[in-house]
């Protein structure tokens, strides 16, 4: 195990009101004491307690600054700790920063702050992985998942999983060891139904689209033909005057962006250029990157005036956008429905329950649309598991425990099922790291930002 003593700047680089500058290791009280003269009679050097005063270099004033001592092993790593609160100027953290090297720490790497938590036995494998989605979580949801998930939520259910395996491997194991006592046929009618269960369980946390959205947010791209309303409908959702609203046909050049935020779920929104045959170049390729924003978004809402009567315009995106996750909106119900919009309509194969009658302009029909968008986001179960590699590993279990049921039902000798039992609990241990290797370790923290 490593032991040296790591230093690293904590808080984002840059310019901020502070900046945390973290020390960990055996040295980490000395070097404070090294750089750290206390102001007036405060009792200092005292575990967990804050103390004011300055950073002195070569004779020189750092800064003034809050500094606190966690001693080991109650600390973030489970080794010395200390924390410096300083001015958050670049200058100021740099010549710190310095200052604290010089006396005796190295720079950290990547994550190596938590890799020491996790190498201490603090947190495992999963939870070291919560720090870091915690840290990069764009929506309250997705900070719920990661921080269920550092409380030892994902811990929980692959644990229980293996617990539930094991015993299962237990049961296999007896029949395989006496034969003369345990009949076989009835071992495995038991056994194999609770393999397949199991196996699906498991199968079911990995929801890698729910994931996704909890992570990443859904994307949801806004379409139309020009002048139907899509500037406005993206205004009106964020609030803020975005996108340019003006009546003369093909303004909105380029794609429009922004997120908001419905019951902890980020939507991101994006206005396209209208779909249309230009021979101007620079709305030529708005409407190539339109074409491309279409396709890839989770979700299309297709803005439609409903006080006109649709044409070919309206049918070309409809065709684009057939047979995807998509959203009608009738917009400018204030302007009532003209005619020939109701008779074009039922000869579209538009599902009813995908269409909304609204009207921007008036604000009628914005709050069921927020409704429809966070219930097309999904609700992930408490089980769902957030990160790749945990799906992948759970996969991986869930496939092999399938196998070996199979096998099992289809009257294949026990201990070739065993081989597959064994690969599943080895990948489930992959999870929280109970069997792990260096490169794991590696390539899991090389994901860290420096300084976590
Ligand atoms: P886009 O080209 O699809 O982005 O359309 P805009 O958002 O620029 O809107 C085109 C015109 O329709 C503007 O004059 C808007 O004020 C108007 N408009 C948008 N929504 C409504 C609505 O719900 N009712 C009415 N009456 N006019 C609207």
């Known amino acids: 195990m490593n032991t040296s003593t790591i230093a690293a700047l904590a808080t984002p680089p840059g310019r901020g009101g502070l900046a945390v500058i973290r020390i960990s290791g055996r040295e980490a009280e000395d070097i404070l004491r090294r750089l750290f003269v206390p102001a007036g009679r405060q009792e200092v050097f005292l575990d967990r307690m804050l103390m004011y005063g300055h950073i002195v270099a070569e004779g020189r004033v750092l800064d003034e600054c809050m500094a606190v001592i966690m001693r080991a092993p109650r600390s973030y790593t489970r080794e010395d700790v200390v924390e410096i609160q300083v001015h958050g100027g670049e200058m100021v953290v740099d010549s710190i920063l310095k200052a604290v090297l010089a006396a005796g720490a190295v720079p950290a790497q990547p994550g190596e702050f938590t890799r020491r938590a996790f190498e201490n036995g603090r947190i495992d494998l999963s939870q070291a992985e919560a720090v870091m989605q ?71 946390a990995c929801d890698r689209q729910g994931a996704k959205v909890l992570e990443e947010g859904l994307q949801v791209v806004i379409c139309g033909k020009p002048n139907a309303g899509k500037s406005s409908l993206l205004n009106a959702l964020l609030m803020e005057d975005r996108a340019i609203v003006t009546d003369i046909p093909g303004t909105t050049r380029d794609t ?151 096998a099992m039902a289809e009257g294949l000798p026990l201990d070739l099922c065993a081989v597959d039992l064994n690969e599943a609990l080895a990948a489930l241990g992959q999870i929280t790291g109970d069997n792990f290797s260096e490169a794991l370790l590696d390539e899991v923290f090389s994901t860290f930002c420096v300084g976590k």
């Open 134 to 204: 915690l840290i990069s979580a764009t929506g309250q949801q997705a900070a719920g998942a990661a921080l269920r998930q550092l409380q030892g939520g994902t811990l929980r259910f692959v644990k229980e999983a293996q617990q539930d395996l094991i015993a299962l491997m237990a049961g296999v194991t007896a029949a395989i060891d006496y034969p003369e006592e345990i009949e076989e046929a009835e071992a495995v009618g038991e056994i194999a139904p609770a393999l397949t269960a199991l196996s699906d369980r498991l199968a079911a």
């Open 256 to 406: 429009v962006a922004g997120s908001i935020i419905i019951d902890g779920i980020r939507v991101h929104l994006t206005d396209t250029a209208g779909i249309r045959d230009s021979g101007e170049t620079v709305e030529r390729i708005g409407v190539q990157r339109a074409r491309e924003a279409i396709i890839s978004a989770d979700v299309r809402l297709m803005v439609l005036d409903m006080g006109q009567e649709p044409d070919h315009e309206d049918e070309a995106i409809l065709s684009l956008i057939k047979g995807r996750d998509n959203l009608y909106v009738f917009n400018k119900s204030d302007l009532g429905e003209h005619p020939g919009f109701a008779a074009w309509l039922k000869g579209q194969a538009i599902p009813v329950d995908a269409a909304m009658t609204l009207s921007t302009l008036a604000g009628t029909g914005l709050d069921a649309l927020r409704q429809w968008l966070r219930q097309t986001a999904g609700n992930p179960g408490e089980n769902a598991l957030t990160l790749a590699r945990h799906m992948n590993l759970a996969r991986q279990a869930a496939d092999a425990l399938k196998k070996a049921a199979r």
